[in-house]
Structures are given as structure tokens and as C-alpha cells.
């Protein structure tokens, strides 16, 4: 069984930066990884996601402050965020999938303070 284990969260000042980290247990290789985020009364939604080819897709609202990363042979996927706003707050969900389907982390807080 998949475990992604999340690192990195925190409380931050607007303008701060925060880098978080997820790692996926066993040697099975992972294809896609991303990070999701839930604010409050907001459904889930994607932050950022790379292909294990490198490929990035990012949202409108993180795209040029936010950077993902992944390196493959650990199966870690990194996720920098910088010029951290108050709308960022969220709980971040590390996402991974592989041919037995997708896996959740189980989420770290980011609050960032105006």
C-alpha cells in the first residue's frame, strides 16, 4: 500500500515562502505527482502537478510564485511556494499516481498571516 508522507507547513507572513515535500513509500514508480489544496467552505482543487517527464501544469492563481519539482528516484515530490498570500491558506494534499490508481496524503495546514 502507497503512503505519501507530507512535510513543510507552517504559518508564514503575506510575502513569505514555504517549500513543502511529500514522499511516497515502496519502490513502485509514480507517474504523476501533484499538490491539491482546500480552503475552508472551497472544494479541492489543483494547486500544481508534474509528469515524471517533467511536464507542469500549474494554476492560474499560483503560476509564477509557486514551483513544483519532483525527483523521481525517490519518489519525492517538492512544491516551493513564494510571495505567499492570505488567500493561499489551505490545508495542501500531496497526490500520486500509479497503476494501482491515485493516493492521498493526508494533508498539512499552510496559513499565511496579512
Known amino acids: 500500500q502507497v503512503q505519501l508522507v507530507e512535510s513543510g507547513g507552517g504559518l508564514v507572513q503575506a510575502g513569505g515562502s514555504l517549500r513543502l515535500s511529500c514522499a511516497a513509500s515502496?519502490?513502485?514508480?509514480?507517474?504523476?505527482m501533484g499538490w491539491y489544496r482546500q480552503a475552508p467552505g472551497n472544494q479541492r482543487e489543483l494547486v500544481a502537478r508534474v509528469t515524471s517527464a517533467g511536464s507542469t501544469i500549474y494554476a492560474d492563481s499560483v503560476r509564477g510564485r509557486f514551483t513544483i519539482s519532483r525527483v523521481n528516484a525517490k519518489n519525492t515530490v517538492y512544491l516551493q511556494m513564494n510571495s505567499l498570500k492570505p488567500e493561499d491558506t489551505a490545508v495542501y494534499y500531496c497526490?500520486?499516481?500509479?497503476?494501482?490508481?491515485?493516493?492521498w496524503g493526508q494533508g498539512t495546514q499552510v496559513t499565511v498571516s496579512s
Open positions: 497526490n500520486a499516481n500509479n497503476i494501482f490508481g491515485d493516493h
Open positions: 515502496g519502490s513502485i514508480f509514480m507517474n504523476a
